[in-house]
């Protein structure tokens, strides 16, 4: 028995896929069906969470709709995907959150921690209109605000993130496969840093039927490494005022600046690219449940680095001050939808390529 209509589903369409075998070169999904003599909940979900939705089984099946079988993988495996992220939150109240984002919730989520941090702002006695900021943000919201406010909110949502990783990892690893070994899992690293499985059969993703492109994996790249130097900008920030002492503001050259900057022009970049693409893309790929699970992280991601960069051109304005609390509402909303929104699916994709790489021959 299985879960949900979804796993119902996803196993009939796996069980026929299996059977005709056609698509295996096309990605890491259907090697790794073809390991599974059974289709548990468990097995289902890591191959959900393989699957790169990139649309070329879809094209390429003899068997999709409107045939009567009706096999379409990259939705039906998008749904169970979704429920995977429900069944492993941390805390499980907080799972029938996914289903409830949308553009407003993003827009309402950060302008009323905006809200709260001017009202911090405001309750501590900070010109919030100074007439001179020469770009000292501790001046609004001091450093000790800060830390505690934005390191105890990214604590808890470490903390969510891992143990929802631990657990789907439990039940991916639970799925009776064939052939399974004990070897390291870093090239499943590789392969989510490259997203080789965009590519993986010598050609770009598929946009439409018969036609492919690079620019949906470019895009992700732009968000994905964007954010990663935007994470080392403020740890480098972090590392200066500890270690060394040296306070904000810094040069336009320094390391933190430069870092921040580069991972700024990444989150324009890659989360516009990937709306306008989800636009254009053929709506059989995706769940239509899950549009507004994507485009609220990608409206987050964009309207942090603009504020961001907005913020950095105009530190040393007057309006310094209410950039900063609105660029800080952002990043706070982020940090609080991160465990309970789209960002999950690069950590549990990740931990399904790692799996992968260790059944391999």
Not at 3 to 18: D, S, W
Not at 86 to 98: H, I, K, N, R, T
Not at 319 to 343: D, E, Q, W
Request: glycine letters at 8%; hydrophobic letters at 45%; proline letters at 4%.
């Amino acid at each position: 028995m299985h879960a949900t209509n979804a796993h119902v589903e996803a196993n009939r369409q796996m069980t026929i896929c299996n059977a005709c075998r056609y698509c295996e070169g096309l990605c890491a999904v259907f090697p790794a069906m073809e390991r599974s003599r059974t289709f548990s909940d468990g097995s289902l979900e890591y191959l959900a969470n393989l699957c790169h939705s990139c649309g070329a089984c879809y094209y390429a099946c003899q068997y999709a709709p409107p045939h009567e079988f009706g096999i379409d993988v990259p939705r039906t495996l998008a749904e169970v995907r979704l429920g995977s992220y429900e069944e492993y939150c941390w805390p499980a109240v907080l799972g029938a959150s996914f289903r409830r984002h949308s553009m407003t919730s993003a827009w309402v989520v950060s302008l009323q921690a905006s809200a709260v941090i001017l009202a911090l702002a405001v309750m501590s006695g900070a010109d919030v209109w100074p007439a001179d900021p020469a770009g000292d943000f501790y001046r609004v919201v001091s450093h000790c605000a800060m830390v505690v406010l934005f390191g105890l909110t990214g604590a808890f949502a470490a903390l969510a993130l891992v143990i929802g990783c631990v657990r789907a990892v439990r039940a991916f690893n639970a799925a009776p496969v064939v052939g399974r070994t004990s070897t390291s899992g870093l090239r499943g690293i590789w392969d989510a840093l490259t997203l080789r499985h965009l590519h993986s059969s010598g050609a770009d993703c598929t946009t439409a039927e018969e036609q492919r492109s690079p620019w949906r994996r470019w895009f992700h790249h732009a968000t994905m490494y964007g954010f990663l130097l935007c994470f080392a900008s403020t740890s480098v920030a972090a590392l200066y005022h500890v270690v060394f002492g040296w306070r904000a503001p810094y040069g336009y050259a320094s390391l933190p600046v430069v870092l921040g900057t580069l991972g700024g022009a990444g989150l324009l970049i890659g989360p516009a690219g990937l709306f306008v693409l989800r636009r254009r893309r053929d709506r059989a790929l995706a769940d239509p449940a899950q549009n507004g699970l994507d485009e609220s992280l990608i409206l987050m991601l964009f309207m942090t680095s603009a504020t961001g960069l907005l913020l950095l051109v105009l530190r040393d304005m007057p309006v310094m001050a209410l950039l900063l609390v609105v660029h800080l509402g952002f990043v706070l909303g982020l940090f609080l939808t991160l465990p309970y929104g789209k960002f999950v699916h690069g950590i549990y994709r990740t931990a399904a390529l790692m799996i992968y790489s260790q059944e391999r021959p």
